[in-house]
């Protein structure tokens, strides 16, 4: 017999024993038979939960403390939390517009209760009020804040609702979100719509904006939008941003431009938007920039210069567009720029990663981009389990898809830094003739820092004049495009990190464009924020950034005192790695209060404690001496500190393809049973104090993982091999004078 309670006992009880966000509440099947038994039933539920979100600090916490206020039509405590979760996320109010339409909805709500007035009505002069008083740069993002689909909205809710119908009882931690997902289709049905009609309303009485279709002087024909302030008379610099996500988010670009009187260009790629074109990712960039600089530099707004910025898929198109380089085009600021080939999209050391075909799915679905695929993690994780458990060859991965991807297949028929791929952006002696200014940004935690950071260092390799500069420091994919959050991932950022990236950029363009000083950031050619030290580095070159280094042998002798000093007794260890099994239980590396994944295929190996402080400033190298049964091997390692109090930090990571460790172009198979040294390089950056006490720890081994190729090691295109390739396990020696070499500061 199940014992059965009303919400008001359930309140009563828990309100005396202080049960925790896991507690249970019971529900009668009675709550679905009308709307307002439902909600005042799940009201009295999160009246509870709200008991634990009163201390919240972090910004999920204080999201969703933000979403009970509002549900329980507490409006003034929601405004106040919603002004504290914006101090949280950034400083200087850079994000000012999150949860505009709380903020909105919750002031309307006591003007509605406060002066007696409709709800449409005060709806109206709120957000009227709001867009009026917003400061421009924030006018700039509001539409990406309010351009959402209410319609995944509302099938959220239905969907989550629908899950309670055969159920007795509800936990806290879904009574929340079946809360937020009420909540949220409540507020933003009512608001966004609204809100962006008045707001579309305000952009048009400042900006004038064109529409053109350009053809190039292959007969393609690419949709461009022009945007600039409407009193604006005499022509200016330009800013074009090459844009293959088509969709209204491409005003923003415009507008930033054009609120800082420019005038701001966007150009979509062949395929997007109008373009009737095929859609081919990275191939013609080259030549349609070049058509389009050209005929922006005779447009009569425009004075004859041009600069170009943007992040990821973006910052690649302004290395394409150095490749074949127009007078007019001045200077770049390629954000996160995706290195293409094998260095690092979609290819990481010669090594193809899953990512690629969810990635090919996304941009060529539709001539506007559409992120509801996309953002389906569930579905993606899916596929590539299923890839990993199946043992299907890598280029049957697009079958799971249930669609032949011909760019896919494409890109699997170049696993080396070959022709197709060197002919889309500058390659070796190419970049000594790139002569214009360059300001560089990316993160120590962006996923394409490789390639950001190779076009850096071949530009300066091939161009000992180069006017190039490089800021990197604690951020991600998305910060490093935009500005710095107080926190990321759980690390607190010293307060010198939190740059602004758009308004540096448009410092640097003023710089270069209408000759104002220097950014005073930019110290030096080369500037890293070293974390834990508040402090910014700035040197005059890459190698100038670390002046001694530290030599991690690898050696899985647990009595060894010291991994920091060289062997003085050769000896080596053994791994066996069986390729048919795909039920492996994870492998974790663990202390008494955290713990990280070790991998499939890979062992951690640790330091003895740190005597004194050191910083590690730059990307590891090393050379790894080894002898395998078979042709080729896939290397993963990743670098973490283990904190003093036991915390585990991630530092940087590399994985690549010992057949092409020597020669990305050229694939050099490995002898069976033969001791060969494979060396390391490229992997990715980064700097940080770590503090006497820690120790640092390799995850280290063989790469055997969902989420990229799998290499058999029969000396075949890997794209082709399979798990029937798997009867014989792949084994390993590995000699302890191999190491890994760890720059760090003195």
């Not at 201390?55 to 919603?82: C, H, M, P, W, Y």
């Not at 898809?401 to 028929?413: A, C, E, G, H, S």
């Not at 190779?454 to 180069?466: G, L, Q």
């Not at 993963?636 to 003093?644: M, N, Y």
């Amino acid at each position: 017999m199940k014992l059965r309670m009303t919400i008001k006992h359930i309140l009563t009880f828990l309100l005396i024993s202080n049960i925790s966000i896991a507690q249970n509440y019971f529900i009668s099947k009675n709550i679905f038979k009308d709307s307002v038994s439902f909600n005042n039933n799940l009201k009295e539920i999160i009246k509870i939960e709200n008991l634990n979100f009163l201390k919240a600090r972090d910004l999920d916490s204080l999201k969703t403390k933000i979403k009970q206020e509002v549900f329980l039509g507490d409006f003034s405590s929601a405004i106040n939390t919603i002004k504290e979760y914006r101090n949280q996320s950034a400083i200087n109010n850079w994000d000012g517009n999150l949860l505009f339409s709380f903020e909105v909805f919750s002031i309307t709500k006591l003007l509605q209760i406060n002066e007696n007035i409709n709800f449409d009505k005060a709806l109206n002069k709120v957000i009227t009020d709001k867009i009026n008083n917003l400061d421009e740069i924030l006018l700039i993002d509001l539409k990406k804040e309010l351009d959402v689909k209410i319609e995944n909205y509302k099938k959220n809710k239905n969907i989550n609702i629908e899950s309670l119908k055969n159920k007795d009882s509800i936990n806290g931690a879904f009574a929340n979100v079946l809360m937020e997902s009420i909540i949220d289709y409540q507020v933003l049905s009512q608001v966004n719509n609204r809100a962006l009609q008045i707001l579309e309303k305000k952009i048009q009485e400042k900006f004038s904006t064109e529409t053109y279709e350009v053809e190039t002087s292959t007969g393609a024909k690419l949709s461009v939008i022009v945007m600039k302030r409407k009193e604006q008379k005499k022509s200016l610099p330009v800013i074009l941003t090459n844009n293959i996500y088509a969709s209204d988010k491409d005003f923003v670009f415009c507008m930033r431009a054009a609120i800082r009187d420019y005038v701001g260009v966007i150009v979509n790629t062949r395929g997007k938007r109008n373009s009737k074109d095929i859609n081919e990712p990275f191939e013609h960039e080259r030549d349609d920039i070049y058509d389009i600089i050209d005929w922006i530099s005779k447009q009569e707004w425009c004075n004859g210069e041009l600069g170009m910025v943007g992040g990821s898929y973006l910052g690649f198109s302004q290395w394409a567009a150095t490749k074949k380089l127009h007078p007019a085009l001045k200077t770049i600021v390629p954000q996160v720029a995706v290195g293409i080939g094998s260095m690092d999209y979609p290819m990481r050391n010669n090594v193809f990663m899953t990512y690629m075909l969810r990635w090919l799915d996304y941009v060529t679905l539709d001539n506007f981009s559409d992120r509801t695929n996309f953002d389906d993690s569930n579905r993606w994780y899916e596929l590539d389990t299923k890839y990993y458990k199946t043992g299907i060859k890598f280029k049957d991965l697009d079958s799971l898809n249930n669609k032949r991807d011909t760019i896919f297949q494409k890109w699997l028929q170049h696993p080396s830094q070959d022709f197709y791929w060197n002919s889309m952006v500058a390659y070796k002696e190419e970049f000594a003739k790139i002569n214009i200014p360059i300001l560089t940004t990316t993160g120590f935690w962006d996923a394409d820092q490789t390639g950001a950071l190779y076009y850096f260092k071949e530009h300066i390799k091939y161009n000992k004049n180069a006017e190039h500069y490089l800021v990197i420091g604690p951020y991600d994919h998305q910060t490093a495009q935009n500005f710095a959050n107080n926190e990321l991932y759980g690390l607190k950022l010293d307060s010198v990190a939190k740059v602004n990236f758009i308004n540096l950029n448009y410092d640097w363009f003023d710089y270069i464009l209408k000759n104002k000083p220097k950014p005073e950031f930019l110290k030096d050619k080369v500037n890293i924020q070293v974390v834990g030290t508040n402090e910014w580095k700035s040197y005059n070159s890459l190698k100038e950034s670390s002046n001694i280094s530290l030599k991690f042998y690898i050696n899985n002798d647990k009595n060894l005192k010291s991994v920091f000093k060289r062997p003085s007794i050769k000896s080596f260890f053994k791994q066996s790695i069986d390729f048919k099994n795909r039920d492996e239980k994870r492998k974790y590396y663990s202390t008494a209060v955290d713990s990280a994944s070790i991998g499939v295929g890979r062992v951690a190996i640790e330091s003895e404690t740190l005597e004194h402080d050191i910083i590690i400033n730059g990307s590891f190298t090393g050379n790894l001496k080894l002898s395998i049964n078979k042709k080729d091997l896939d290397i993963a390692i990743d670098l973490i500190q283990i904190k003093p109090n036991g915390e585990v930090f991630y530092l940087s990571d590399y994985i690549g393809r010992a057949s092409y460790a020597k020669d990305s172009a050229k694939r050099q198979l490995l002898k069976p049973n033969k001791i060969e040294v494979i060396p390391v390089k490229n992997a990715s950056f980064v700097s940080k104090k770590i503090e006497k006490g820690s120790k640092l720890v390799l995850l280290f081994g063989v790469s055997k993982s969902k989420y990229w190729q799998i290499n058999y090691g029969t000396g075949k295109d890997v794209s082709d091999e399979s798990i029937v390739d798997a009867d014989i396990p792949l084994e390993v020696t590995w000699y302890n004078d191999s190491y890994i070499e760890i720059p760090i500061i003195d």
